[in-house]
């Protein structure tokens, strides 16, 4: 999430802004279709029981037997403004617990998994593990976006997470990403269907339910220059965008794009649910004419006081 709204974030009342029409439904798969799970800010550490969550949470996971899992990004708590020392005890807990996982998974980069980009940071830009290193060798293979097929759609994790003016985080997906996001689309097709995961949401409206139309969001909150790629993504087949980093359970329906934003495993930040939002995840089966179904699924998580 955000870091600078947390005092609004601990703040607000119950609300569940789910917006426009929901494709939900618990209808058997037609054939040939797939199911895979999103799962998104689980925030990793030692603390408030962090650990044991996120085996239940995958417990639960492994049960459904999905064809694979992504993840929205924030594996770990907080790499932006911490020490090495509790850097490197956090990819250590997300290694333990990611050997509990059974189907593949396909990583997200989120803000909090970027080292030192706070104006609050610890380690600083010639620390070995300043930026997104960390994240870039274990899952991207020095890269931080990618795209998969599977079962005739077509998957890309995008990077949202851009360096700021202050030297902290920004939403925005640079230019060097949307060559290669370009050309990846042009290998694809306008035909097949996509899915979009990106960390920071590319809208949203929850700020707005809260707080009121009047409030205006910043580029912490969302990918600032989305205006400009807009159209690049409206020539293709793109049905479904992912996002994490609100911890809310939210969806827009835009034209044939459903923008979902997927809850949290970490609830608020594993100190209990987000706008009555229980801790979970998002199921979702995949048609072969582009089409889906999703449902929010709580892990059964108490927090511990
Ligand atoms: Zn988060």
Same mark, same amino acid.
């Given at each position: 999430m955000p870091s600078l709204s947390r005092r609004h974030f601990l703040g607000t009342a119950l !609300? +569940?802004?789910? =917006?426009?029409a929901s494709a939900s439904s618990l209808a058997s798969p037609r054939p040939s279709s797939f199911e895979f799970v999103f799962l998104t #800010?689980?925030? =990793?550490?030692?603390? *408030?029981g962090a650990v044991e969550g996120v085996k239940q949470c995958f417990a639960k996971v492994n049960e459904m037997k999905p064809a694979f899992v992504v993840t929205g990004g924030? *594996? =770990?708590?907080? !790499?932006? +403004?911490?020490g090495e020392a509790r850097l490197h005890r956090q990819w250590e807990l997300w290694d333990e617990v990611m050997k509990t996982l059974q189907p593949t998974a396909y990583h997200t980069i989120g803000n &909090? #998994?970027?080292?030192?980009?706070?104006?609050?940071?610890? $380690?600083?830009? #010639? &620390? !070995? #593990?300043?930026?997104?290193k960390l994240f870039a060798d274990r899952y991207?293979?020095?890269?931080?976006y990618r795209s998969f097929d599977h079962g005739g759609w077509h998957f890309i994790l995008l990077d949202s997470i851009a360096l700021g003016e202050d030297g902290g985080y920004k939403g925005w997906i640079d230019d060097a990403q949307l060559a290669w996001l370009q050309g990846d689309l042009e290998k694809v097709g306008r035909q097949t269907p996509i899915t979009l995961v990106t960390h920071?949401?590319?809208?949203?409206v929850w700020h707005q339910v809260i707080q009121g139309p009047q409030i205006t969001l910043g580029l912490g909150a969302l990918v600032g220059n989305v205006r400009e790629f807009r159209k690049l993504l409206a +020539?293709?087949? $793109?049905r479904l965008v992912l996002s994490g980093h609100g911890h809310i359970s939210e969806r827009i329906q835009f034209d044939q794009v459903t923008y979902l934003?997927?809850? !949290?495993?970490?609830?608020m930040w594993w100190k209990g649910p987000v706008h009555g939002n229980p801790e979970g995840f998002v199921h979702i089966t995949c048609h072969q004419d582009g089409s889906f179904e999703d449902r929010y699924i709580g892990y059964d998580w108490a927090p511990r006081r």
């Open positions: !609300a +569940a802004p789910v =917006i426009g #800010d689980p925030h =990793i550490q030692p603390e *408030l924030d *594996l =770990i708590m907080d !790499a932006l +403004a911490v &909090h #998994d970027v080292c030192g980009w706070s104006p609050k940071s610890v $380690l600083k830009n #010639d &620390h !070995a #593990d300043y930026g997104k991207g293979t020095g890269r931080t920071i949401p590319f809208y949203s +020539a293709y087949n $793109l934003q997927g809850g !949290a495993v970490s609830g």
